[in-house]
């Protein structure tokens, strides 16, 4: 079955610090999509990026990155220069066509917080 | 273009009631998918649509039913209310003209059973 880990449970840094946060899937399936949603407390999930198996080049969009390796089944993001509105709680998903459609399973999450 | 709305954001019922939650996807998105979040459980499936059609389903009682409507709005209903259905219920939308297509979230309702 699909699975996600996301290790860590809670981090708190000052602004301006990097903060990396851990992501590891296991899947049987040849193809599959990551993703990163953040949830901030409005409780909405926003998307922050999709990732297929296929693709293993880094992504970078401004303060974000993401190291995505097969090798190690790890699909880990980065924030650089961290600021106070990142504070949210970061959840990694695993798409799971088992059933006929697309399903997403999610990690439990990682609640950041930045302290100014 | 609009987000995925969800109406309403907070409810209150005891426990026995019944209660039906609304969902309105992104203009042009046609595949409707619905999710429970909780403290314990974390973010777990409940079902999809496409079509008007179920197309999937999670591990969840047959209190937990829902539709879609012709324009692609879909409504979720859970009877027989429990205190553990307390969570909040994600909705999520999705073009799915490929067999993956990212799915977008609303704001959730808030559920709380007394």
């Known amino acids: 079955a699909q699975k996600v880990t996301q290790a860590q449970t809670e981090i708190s840094v000052v602004e301006k610090e990097d903060v990396t946060l851990d992501c590891v899937y296991e899947t049987r399936d040849t193809t599959y999509y990551l993703f990163w949603y953040k949830q901030p407390p409005s409780g909405e999930l926003v998307f922050l990026i999709r990732?297929?198996?296929?693709?293993?080049q880094n992504e970078i969009s401004g303060r974000y990155s993401w190291n995505f390796q097969k090798s190690t089944s790890s699909f880990n993001f980065t924030i650089t220069a961290s600021q106070v509105v990142d504070s949210a709680v970061y959840f990694c998903a695993l798409s799971d066509l088992t059933g006929g459609s697309e399903k997403l399973v999610f990690g439990k999450g990682m609640k950041l917080t930045v302290n100014p | 273009k609009a987000g995925v709305t969800q109406t309403p954001r907070y409810l209150i019922k005891t426990r026995g009631q019944q209660v039906t939650l609304s969902c309105s996807p992104i203009?042009?998105?046609?595949?409707v998918s619905w999710y429970q979040q909780t403290p314990g459980q974390g973010l777990q499936f409940l079902f999809e649509?496409?079509?008007?059609?179920?197309?999937n389903k999670g591990n969840f009682p047959g209190r937990f039913s829902g539709r879609q409507f012709s324009n692609s709005r879909s409504e979720m209903n859970v009877s027989t209310l429990e205190l553990g259905d307390s969570a909040l219920y994600l909705c999520?939308?999705?073009?799915?003209?490929?067999?993956?297509?990212?799915?977008?979230f609303g704001p959730g309702t808030r559920l709380t059973v007394l």
């Open positions: 649509y496409f079509s008007e059609t179920q197309r």
């Open positions: 990732r297929n198996s296929f693709d293993e």
């Open positions: 999520a939308s999705s073009s799915a003209s490929r067999s993956t297509d990212t799915q977008y």
């Open positions: 203009s042009g998105h046609r595949s």
